[in-house]
T-cell receptor, first 113, second 111 residues
Framework: KNQVEQSPQSLIILEGKNCTLQ??????????LRWYKQDTGRGPVSLTI?????NTKSNGRYTATLDADTKQSSLHITASQLSDSASYIC????????????FGKGTKLSVIP | NAGVTQTPKFQVLKTGQSMTLQCAQD?????MYWYRQDPGMGLRLIYY???????DKGEVPNGYNVSRLNKREFSLRLESAAPSQTSVYFC??????????FGNGTRLTVT
């Protein structure tokens, strides 16, 4: 069964600290993996995309990694800010079209002063 | 540039009532999607439209119908609402290879 598991479910960190969110998937075949950020009351917004051949990709303070052999990805947030408080969703695509997506349940991150 | 616009933002229905959720995008994307998001679950695809004039069922289509009115607009209809359809509904659009662009959702409660 195609699944995307994220951990932890929720996380509270102090402003300025770093954190790492995990995503394990059993989706097959694999086309790409995206991380989305969803602010409360808003729709998800794409942060980064990882394809099979990519190991690491950065987008500002966000760094995503992918290990296609172990089917694991992580999202590392550096020097967290209050505005990083959101849910982070891992999404795996089985093909070229966006109708073949499997969504994780998300990790809810709270950054406190 | 508004992106993806959904209306209404909130709606309360009684069981058995019908309603249509509206979605419009101004990015000239070919593909549009309807998802539902429930607590403790990942987003689930209800219906999608790969291009103007085509629609296909997603993972959870029962109880819903869709219309791709033109390239910009994709509506979702609940003919006879049930409490199990209480959810947050998201419309999204994309081009091949691009990320999904989501609206800000319609929060629907069915009593």
């Amino acid at each position: 069964k195609n699944q995307v598991e994220q951990s932890p479910q929720s996380l509270i960190i102090l402003e300025g600290k770093n954190c790492t969110l995990q995503c394990n998937y059993t989706v097959s075949p694999f086309s790409n993996l995206r991380w989305y950020k969803q602010d409360t009351g808003r729709g998800p917004v794409s942060l980064t995309i990882m394809t099979f051949s990519e190991n690491t990709k950065s987008n500002g303070r966000y760094t995503a990694t992918l290990d296609a052999d172990t089917k694991q990805s992580s999202l590392h947030i550096t020097a967290s800010q209050l505005s990083d408080s959101a849910s982070y969703i891992c999404v795996v695509n089985r093909g070229a079209g966006s109708y073949q997506l499997t969504f994780g349940k998300g990790t809810k991150l709270s950054v406190i002063p | 540039n508004a992106g993806v616009t959904q209306t209404p933002k909130f709606q309360v229905l009684k069981t058995g009532q019908s309603m249509t959720l509206q979605c419009a995008q101004d990015m000239n994307h070919n593909s549009m999607y309807w998802y539902r998001q429930d607590p403790g679950m990942g987003l689930r695809l209800i219906y999608y439209s790969a291009s103007e004039g085509t629609t296909d069922k997603g993972e959870v289509p029962n109880g819903y119908n869709v219309s791709r009115l033109n390239k910009r607009e994709f509506s979702l209809r609940l003919e006879s609402a049930a409490p199990s359809q209480t959810s947050v509904y998201f419309c999204a659009s994309s081009e091949e290879g691009s990320p999904l662009h989501f609206g800000n959702g319609t929060r629907l409660t069915v009593t």
